[in-house]
């Protein structure tokens, strides 16, 4: 209901933005498992419109996610909804921006194993970077020498979102900021973040380093601190070091490799103990102007857990068709379809 305010209040503004743009996606896809199928329909629409008043410059954007969905594993079962993907209202200056309402907040150098990952649920194999968005609003600065700094309050929703391992107290105010600043070979940036929990809060900490020099360096890592939340051990620390590169050969071969490490603590940080160390090789092929491969490989060592992800696309200027294949031991193998209509 609240996100459907939002969407009156941005048609009430059409009358005075211009350049109103629209875009959409249709899609039929099909999914085979090991123990489930399923067919479906999606369709993504996109709208956007703008207003500049001298150096002051205002936009609306709604986004809605319809699907209908069909599955057997035994028995049938079909569903259709329509989400709220996106709906947000921004107003810009030349150095900063303001945005209000549901939107996709993200950030960090770490690509597949993040511990940055507080918000959202991106997958890197997905092309279409689908994720749900958090009630919030974003006050983003940036300075000329490309330091910037983001200060944010969320809504607080029972759900865990992004790498949360317990939901937030509803109707809350999180809020936290990032401030990111260029650095002789790179970027380092500090991220903060506090949230109230249904009992207890939890503080969290954040750094990430890029440099960029015979090949592509980061470091991301992440403390989070609870106070007074059963069943939950008070610290929980991640981090990951990552690199990549493109060797020259043929159309050019980029390579991703990320390690991670999970630790706790039950009451102090010098009980840190070793939960998990996770390994993570992706890479990415051009085979032309239309085709393009991505492959991910990723190790649990904690549970001698190996999974593997392939994908394809193919671009058309209006036509898209892809396929991925993944498998793994505990989810078994499984095979995605999809053909998407831009217009």
């Known amino acids: 209901m609240k996100q459907f305010a939002l969407f009156l209040a941005l048609l009430s503004l059409c009358p005075w933005l211009s350049c109103t743009i629209s875009s959409n996606r249709f899609a039929l896809y099909g999914d085979i498992a090991e123990q489930q199928k399923s067919l479906g329909a999606l369709w993504a629409m996109d709208l956007s419109a703008g207003q500049n008043l001298g150096k002051v410059s205002m936009q609306a954007e709604y986004s809605l996610y319809s699907r209908f969905h069909s599955e057997w594993d035994g028995s049938h079962d079909a569903t259709m909804t329509a989400d709220t993907y996106r709906a947000s209202i921004s107003c810009s200056l030349p150095q900063a921006e303001l945005r209000i309402g549901l939107q996709r907040l993200n950030f960090g150098s770490a690509q597949i194993l993040r511990p940055l990952q507080w918000f959202d649920s991106l997958d890197p194999l997905d092309p279409h970077q689908y994720t749900k968005g958090v009630d919030a609003a974003l006050l983003r600065i940036n300075w000329l020498n490309n330091a910037n700094l983001w200060i944010w309050g969320i809504r607080g929703d029972p759900a865990p979102k992004g790498s949360e391992v317990i939901g937030s107290k509803e109707d809350t105010i999180e809020f936290g900021g990032r401030f990111q600043h260029p650095t002789p070979i790179g970027e380092a940036a500090l991220s903060l973040h506090h949230r109230e929990l249904a009992v207890g809060s939890e503080e969290r900490a954040g750094i990430d380093l890029r440099m960029d020099y015979l090949m592509g360096l980061w470091l991301e890592a992440s403390l989070s601190r609870f106070s007074v939340v059963r069943y939950v051990p008070k610290y929980l620390v991640s981090a990951t070091i990552g690199s990549d590169y493109t060797i020259d050969a043929g159309n050019g071969l ?28 992706m890479a990415s092929y051009p085979l032309g102007i239309l085709d393009s491969l991505k492959a991910l490989g990723t190790y649990d060592w904690s549970v001698l857990e190996l999974s593997l992800g392939a994908s394809w696309i193919r671009t058309y200027d209006y036509i898209s068709l892809e396929a991925s294949l993944r498998n793994s031991s505990t989810a078994g193998l499984s095979l995605h379809t999809m053909i998407n209509a831009h217009f």
Do not use: K, T, Y
């Not at 940080?269 to 390994?279: A, G, T």
């Open 254 to 281: 980029a390579l991703m490799l990320e390690q991670m490490v999970v630790s706790s603590a039950p009451q102090g940080l010098d009980e840190l103990s070793e939960e998990r160390v996770m390994s993570a090789l």
